[in-house]
């Protein structure tokens, strides 16, 4: 008997549902959980469903790619651990809606507050609109729109590359020149030029952004990794 096994081309996309995530959220909102996430602010989901909570959670880490969220991440919190949302670091959590009135009762720092089941952001820290370079957002609105308005059209799997196509250009035009600001020593150890990277931005409004983000655990976790494997450049030995 012959057993066949095959991996997806895209290994990132696994057990993802963007479709999930565009289902309750216009891409505008999915655009300002997004910034959030990038700046590895708190946030919390809510829905009543553990199957939409797992989804939706899994699917905005996932808009993440290559960055990989690096804090607190429970799709769904159990009763015993709604406190966890008084925590002053970065979380992403999903709380079933019937928790909802002991959550917004706890001394909580700022966050994001998402309602899944009625598609609208109950709490803000009010600044996500300016995260984002306003150019590159529009972009990524323009996409998500399009991918929207095609739902009939694309398979899960469709939507899946599709979107998660928008969000890895919006990280190769911000960042995408890091491998260039890594300086190799003789030993083989790289050290990433932080300044000279921030500088070679032309767009001030990309630097202002990439600016906030280099601070992120997320891009010190990838750069640490960056700044360990030297892929050896064609035609050199």
């Not at 159990?78 to 009135?101: S, W, Y």
């Not at 960042?175 to 050290?191: C, E, F, L, P």
Request: aromatic share 8%; net charge neutral; hydrophobic share 45%.
């Amino acid at each position: 008997q012959l057993i066949k096994l095959t991996r997806p081309v895209d290994a990132h996309l696994e057990h993802v549902e963007f479709q999930a995530l565009l289902q309750r959220l216009s891409p505008h909102l999915i655009l300002h959980i997004f910034a959030s996430a990038v700046l590895e602010r708190r946030l919390i989901f809510l829905a009543e469903e553990l199957s939409v909570l797992s989804q939706c959670i899994h699917a905005v880490a996932a808009l993440l790619y290559p960055f990989i969220w690096a804090h607190t991440y429970i799709p769904v919190v159990p009763e015993c651990l709604l406190d966890t949302v008084c925590c002053p670091t970065p979380f992403m959590v999903g709380i079933q809606m019937r928790h909802l009135e002991r959550v917004l009762d706890q001394p909580m720092e700022e966050a994001l507050i998402v309602d899944l089941c009625q598609g609208k952001i109950l709490r803000a820290v009010g600044d996500e609109e300016e995260i984002l370079p306003i150019k590159l957002q529009n972009e990524m609105l323009m996409s998500l729109n399009r991918h929207n308005n095609n739902n009939n059209v694309h398979t899960p799997e469709q939507v899946n590359a599709l979107v998660s196509e928008a969000f890895v250009q919006f990280f190769v035009r911000t960042v995408g020149h890091y491998a260039s600001h890594i300086k190799w020593s003789k030993n083989g150890s790289g050290t990433f030029q932080e300044r000279a990277f921030c500088k070679a931005i032309a767009s001030k409004t990309n630097r202002k952004f990439v600016k906030k983000f280099v601070k992120t655990n997320m891009f010190s976790l990838f750069i640490e990794e960056a700044e360990k494997s030297r892929i050896p450049q064609e035609g050199k030995g």
